[in-house]
């Protein structure tokens, strides 16, 4: 009697929730979610979810602040217009706005849905501080182009992370999509219908409509797909795929058994550069993809080249922390995260395996795989060298640690170099970083995360205890590494001498750079050694440049000023104006001809037998 009773008044209680609806508790349920991209209004795109029966009085709905791979708190929620909440029969429900990324909604008992508007992230990018990393970033061109990072546009409720989600979206005619979301076809929606098995898994799967065509090939057992984006239609898929199959064939050929997914997509943004448009250079990871973005100014040559660079790398992430991950990257809060402690391993060991595949796969040569280790070496020392690693990491998030994050690309690299160096040393050359990684991929895996306290001591339980104290010292400890120590090691050795330059750049490298948050502003770089141009007419890093020989300077100016260089003498003389500070100065002297000193390695005159094999081991196996 007590059961039926139960059962009547459940049936009452859901029965009271509204009419029209078949009602599934909302954890047995899943998220449907509708995106519509017909219908742009003012650049913005409506988004709606229904999450099925809720059981509690209130609930939360969150747009993330962080997500995985940013390291970086961009509070997503500021680009969200227009929140509603609505009951069963369509009338709005209460809802206050707690912080930058929360709504709280009242009477959650009778929601039936809620709707927002999304604006794109790239409009504002030349408007904000510190606006949100392009990669990681949303764009809104009706008709012409979508950038969905899933995270930017679709968000969550309380306690239903876990549960699955149903993607609806309505799409312009003439534009495809390029994702690793499961498809589902579906003839009564009209547009496209993805199926995710949880939150995490929309966000670790971004979209790229677009109308032009991708492009596809296989390495071993892995599909990979390449989309473009190209505002004015000057690059292809089909232009890259040559340069980035050979890449990605040479990777899979480096990681051997390493097995992280069984299809891949690339999706390349190229930037117009406007105002409205993307400015943040570089890409961002997920499990089965990799977002791009780089100026479609670039030359084909040039442009491949940082798609080597730059992809090779996020692609080395399926190993770790897609693969390898702590319970902090497993179980990450997108509203509250915590923080691992291995950056070193996360982007440092990727960085290194994108530059030391190169090498061993014969697509660099030594000296050009040396060079990027000097160049590693004086980038790491424009941070601070003497902070702990994993303190840093953990903190990654806050000052002072957040303003060292990009050293994870530099010192973070040279970690693995030395631990690799190391390794190779005391396994007569059998084992070396890769060989560390396989090992833990083979203990953990993609649902099997480390505790984030017990990493190094597996580490140096699966090796040697000289490795603990290269931990303790060097990356939970704050020395700084003498890189000379190690690659001596090796039979290298490091010697000082005066390159020619150009005189506003150095092969690729600028001595300049463009603050595109200052109306396109002109400014000497900071960070590197400036050549003998520079130095000699007491330029400093920061200044702007204002005006050459009576010329004032914006973008235009500078590309043709650059281009005159080329043709200068030696004994020309030049006037140069620079804001420092509060204070206008005038620079004067002759331009002379740019040298910059260079620090250079080279196989040491003296290395034994042994430590040539070393570095055998280490740069060729």
Not at 345 to 350: D, F, I, P, R
Not at 499 to 521: H, M, R
Not at 543 to 571: C, H, M, Y
Request: charged letters at 25%; aromatic letters at 12%.
């Amino acid at each position: 009697m007590k059961n039926i009773l139960l059962v009547v008044l459940v049936a009452l209680l859901f029965s009271a929730c509204g009419s029209g609806k078949a009602l599934v508790s909302a954890e047995k349920g899943k998220i449907i979610t509708d995106i519509d991209l017909v219908n742009v209004v003012d650049d913005r795109v409506m988004v709606s979810l229904d999450p099925g029966a809720i059981s509690t009085y209130n609930i939360a709905f969150f747009i993330p602040k962080t997500v995985p791979g940013t390291y970086s708190a961009d509070n997503y929620g500021q680009y969200i217009e227009d929140f509603k909440a609505f009951d069963y029969e369509g009338r709005e429900l209460g809802v206050n706005k707690s912080d930058e990324n929360t709504w709280n909604i009242t009477d959650a008992r009778n929601l039936d849905r809620v709707s927002y508007y999304v604006n794109d992230t790239f409009d504002s990018e030349g408007e904000q501080k510190e606006a949100v990393f392009s990669p990681a970033g949303t764009n809104i061109l009706a008709g012409e182009n979508f950038m969905l990072n899933l995270h930017g546009f679709v968000g969550y409720f309380t306690g239903l992370k876990e549960v699955p989600y149903e993607l609806n979206i309505k799409v312009p005619e003439g534009l495809s999509a390029t994702t690793s979301l499961k498809r589902r076809i579906d003839p009564a929606i009209e547009g496209d219908t993805y199926m995710a098995d949880r939150y995490f898994e929309v966000i670790d799967n971004p979209i790229l409509y677009n109308r032009s065509k991708s492009a596809s090939f296989r390495i071993n057992d892995i599909t990979v797909t390449l989309s473009v984006y190209s505002p004015s239609g000057r690059y292809s898929a089909a232009d890259f795929k040559p340069r980035m199959e050979k890449m990605m064939a040479a990777q899979k050929s480096f990681l051997g058994d390493i097995d992280g997914t069984k299809e891949y997509n690339i999706l390349l943004y190229l930037s117009t550069l406007e105002e409205t448009d993307a400015g943040g250079f570089g890409a961002l990871e997920h499990h089965t993809s990799t977002v791009v973005v780089f100026p479609e100014q670039l030359p084909k040559q040039q442009l491949e080249q940082a798609m080597v660079d730059v992809v090779s790398h996020e692609f080395f992430h399926i190993v770790t922390p897609l693969n390898v991950h702590s319970e902090e990257i497993q179980y990450f809060d997108f509203n509250d995260p915590k923080m691992s402690e291995h950056l070193w391993m996360y982007e440092g060991t990727t960085e290194y395996f994108s530059n030391l595949f190169q090498i061993q796969q014969g697509l660099i040569d030594n000296d050009e795989f040396y060079n990027r280790i000097i160049e590693k070496i004086s980038n790491s020392r424009s941070y601070d060298d003497a902070m702990s690693f994993t303190t840093m990491s953990k903190n990654i998030l806050e000052n002072p640690y957040k303003d060292n994050y990009a050293n994870v690309y530099e010192k973070g690299a040279l970690i693995n170099m030395v631990l690799d160096i190391s390794l190779r040393e005391l396994s007569n050359g059998q084992r070396g970083v890769l060989w560390l990684m396989k090992e833990l991929s083979g203990k953990y895996g993609n649902n099997i995360p480390f505790e984030d306290d017990e990493l190094i001591d597996e580490i140096v339980e699966m090796t040697y205890p000289e490795i603990r104290t290269f931990f303790d010292t060097h990356v939970i400890g704050d020395k700084p590494i003498d890189y000379k120590k190690y690659l001596s090691k090796a039979g290298l050795t490091s010697v000082e001498q005066e390159e020619q330059t150009g005189y506003f750049f150095k092969g690729e490298i600028p001595f300049i750079d463009v603050d595109l948050a200052n109306e396109n502003a002109i400014f000497v770089r900071s960070g590197i050694q400036l050549n003998s141009f520079f130095k000699d007419l007491g330029a400093e890093a920061g200044d702007v440049i204002k005006s050459i020989n009576g010329t004032e300077i914006n973008l235009e100016a500078i590309r043709t000023i650059i281009g005159q260089s080329f043709g200068w003498s030696p004994e020309m003389e030049i006037t140069m104006v620079v804001q420092r500070g509060d204070e206008e100065i005038r620079l004067q002297g002759k331009v002379g001809k740019p040298v910059v000193k260079v620090t250079r390695i080279k196989p040491a005159e003296n290395a034994t037998a042994a430590q040539d094999q070393l570095r055998n081991y280490w740069m060729k196996s």
